[in-house]
C-alpha cells in the first residue's frame, strides 16, 4: 500500500524568506507525485505534479518540487515567500499499476508567514 | 477549466437525521471521489465511483454510503448523522487510468450537534 508522510505539521517563516516541505512517500514503483495547497475555508488546488521525465518540477505561484528517488521524497520549495502563502499544503501520490485510482494524502503542512 | 461543485459549503444537521452531500463535476470525469479532512489526519478517502452505479469502499467507508446514478453527479449519504462525524468533506474527480490530477470542489462543512 501506498502512504505520505509530511515530518511538518506546522511551518513559520518570515516574509522573504526561503521555503522548504519535506515529504516522503512510499511505495512500490515509480509514483505519481502531487502537491496541492488549501486556503481557509476552500477546496485543494493543485500546485504541481510528477508523473515522469525531469525530477525538478515547476509549478504555479512561484514553488517547484524535486523528485528524489533514493529519498523517496519529493520536497516542496520557494525561494521567497509572500505573505499570501499562508496555508495548507498537502503532498499526494498516485499509483501506476495497482489500479488504486484515489489518490492518498499526507497529514499536510500547515503554513505561518511573518511579517 | 474542470469544475467540481458541491452543493453547500456549510451544513448544521442533529444526530440521527439522514443527511445527503451532493457532488457535480462537468468534465466527464470517469473517477470520483469522497474524502473526509480532519485537522492532523489529511484527507481520508470514504468512497469513490468509477463508473456510474459503480462504486468501491475507501480506508473509512463505516457511517456512509454513496450514489452515483449519472455520470457528472456522485452522492454522500451518512445514513444516520453522528457527531463523530462532524468534519469537512472533500468531493473530487479524476479522469481516466489515473494520469491526472485530482480537480477538488469547494469542501462541505458538516456539524452534527
Known amino acids: 500500500a501506498q502512504s505520505v508522510t509530511q515530518p511538518d505539521i506546522h511551518i513559520t517563516v518570515s516574509e522573504g524568506a526561503s521555503l522548504e516541505l519535506r515529504c516522503n512517500y512510499s511505495?512500490?514503483?515509480?509514483?505519481?507525485l502531487f502537491w496541492y495547497v488549501q486556503s481557509p475555508g476552500q477546496g485543494l488546488q493543485l500546485l504541481l505534479k510528477?508523473?515522469?521525465?525531469?525530477?525538478l518540477v515547476q509549478g504555479i505561484k512561484g514553488f517547484e518540487a524535486e523528485f528524489k528517488r533514493s529519498q523517496s521524497s519529493f520536497n516542496l520549495r520557494k525561494p521567497s515567500v509572500h505573505w499570501s502563502d499562508a496555508a495548507e499544503y498537502f503532498c499526494?501520490?498516485?499509483?501506476?499499476?495497482?489500479?488504486?485510482?484515489?489518490?492518498?494524502f499526507g497529514s499536510g503542512t500547515r503554513l505561518q508567514v511573518q511579517p | 477549466d474542470v469544475k467540481v461543485t458541491q452543493s453547500s459549503r456549510y451544513l448544521v444537521k442533529r444526530t440521527g437525521e439522514k443527511v445527503f452531500l451532493e457532488c457535480v463535476q462537468d468534465?466527464?470525469?470517469?473517477?470520483m471521489f469522497w474524502y473526509r479532512q480532519d485537522p492532523g489526519l489529511g484527507l481520508r478517502l470514504i468512497y469513490f465511483?468509477?463508473?456510474?452505479?459503480?462504486?468501491e469502499k475507501g480506508d473509512i467507508p463505516e457511517g456512509y454510503s454513496v450514489s452515483r446514478e449519472k455520470k457528472e453527479r456522485f452522492s454522500l449519504i451518512l445514513e444516520s448523522a453522528s457527531t463523530n462525524q462532524t468534519s469537512m468533506y472533500l468531493c473530487?474527480?479524476?479522469?481516466?487510468?489515473?494520469?491526472?490530477?485530482?480537480?477538488f470542489g469547494q469542501g462541505t462543512r458538516l456539524t452534527v450537534v
Open positions: 510528477y508523473f515522469s521525465g525531469d525530477t
Open positions: 499526494a501520490v498516485g499509483a501506476r499499476d495497482t489500479g488504486r485510482r484515489a489518490l492518498t
Open positions: 468534465m466527464d470525469h470517469e473517477n
Open positions: 465511483s468509477y463508473d456510474v452505479k459503480m462504486k
Open positions: 473530487a474527480s479524476r479522469d481516466g487510468q489515473g494520469l491526472t490530477e485530482a480537480f
Open positions: 511505495y512500490g514503483a515509480t509514483p505519481y
